[in-house]
């Protein structure tokens, strides 16, 4: 099976670098695939995708070094086995709560006896190579969402549960869980709760991960510790480029 090199370099103490896919462009995709990234999320939350483009997406991102994960819609077996299956090597899950939410995750995402996935890795097999099953536990990264003040509160337990290889910051929703407004900067309990969260990370040797909305705020995170960071998205990418292009030329 190939080696997830994202979840390595996390492990490692070492900074992985990816990108959130919103576009259902596999040309898109296969750009961000060639400009290095680690990893490329494929945004199925968020995005334009669906099951049928996040498979021509994975194809596409097979060319290149970077490792495909897929952020599901909601934390659902349908969606979760079917990614993974499709040749995902990674999973975030959004909104997950509590440790029994974390412990639901575990059972899709894992074969028995750790879980209760079902073998069917159409294109995993193909993707991932022949020794798929007895691998995955080792290669695939999971990663629920702590994005609400209820995960906030049980986040130790929720990274503590056999299975979840650590933690996905939303640092918005969260912000906004709390009672602040999106388009406002985080609140200092927003960021109060972002180092807690990574420090109990930490204290379990689990990969801490959080969205960073710029260049500069994947510094600061990388500094502050986190191992695995998505800068921005494609579609803001476009925007920034194109706004930048127009403005020089139209000054």
């Known amino acids: 099976m190939r080696t997830n090199t994202a979840k390595q370099r996390a492990l490692a103490d070492q900074t992985a670098i990816g990108i959130m896919c919103n576009l259902a462009s596999p040309i898109g995709a296969e750009t961000l695939g060639q400009c290095g990234y680690d990893f490329v999320?494929?945004?199925?939350?968020?995005?334009?995708?669906?099951?049928?483009?996040?498979?021509?997406?994975?194809?596409?991102?097979?060319?290149?070094?970077?490792?495909?994960?897929?952020?599901?819609?909601?934390?659902?077996p349908i969606h979760i086995q079917r990614v993974l299956d499709l040749g995902a090597y990674g999973?975030?899950?959004p909104f997950v709560n509590n440790a029994g939410e974390a412990r639901s995750i575990v059972e899709n995402t894992a074969y028995p006896p750790l879980g209760s996935r079902s073998f069917g890795p159409i294109r995993g097999t193909i993707y991932g190579g022949p020794d798929y099953f007895a691998k995955a536990g080792d290669e695939l990264l999971v990663l629920p969402m702590i994005e609400s003040a209820d995960?906030?509160?049980?986040?130790?337990?929720?990274?503590?549960?056999?299975?979840?290889?650590?933690?996905f910051v939303?640092?918005?929703?969260?912000?906004?869980?709390l009672g602040?407004?999106?388009?406002?900067?985080?609140?200092?309990?927003?960021?109060?709760?972002i180092a807690a969260i990574l420090a109990q990370a930490a204290?379990?040797?689990?990969?801490?991960?959080?969205?960073?909305?710029?260049?500069?705020?994947?510094?600061?995170?990388?500094?502050q510790g986190f191992r695995f960071i998505t800068v921005m998205a494609d579609t803001r990418l476009i925007r920034m480029g194109a706004q930048q292009t127009f403005a020089a030329l139209r000054s």
């Not at 498979?55 to 897929?70: D, K």
């Not at 602040?180 to 709760?193: I, R, Y």
């Open 41 to 76: 999320v494929i945004d199925l939350q968020h995005g334009e995708n669906n099951l049928a483009t996040v498979q021509v997406l994975m194809q596409t991102l097979s060319a290149s070094a970077s490792t495909p994960i897929v952020r599901v819609p909601a934390n659902d």
């Open 91 to 93: 999973v975030i899950v």
């Open 151 to 167: 995960g906030l509160a049980n986040a130790a337990a929720i990274l503590a549960v056999d299975g979840i290889h650590g933690c």
């Open 170 to 177: 939303g640092p918005a929703d969260l912000n906004i869980s």
């Open 180 to 193: 602040h407004s999106p388009d406002a900067p985080l609140a200092a309990a927003t960021e109060e709760g």
């Open 203 to 223: 204290a379990l040797g689990k990969v801490a991960g959080i969205h960073a909305f710029s260049i500069e705020d994947a510094k600061r995170r990388a500094e």
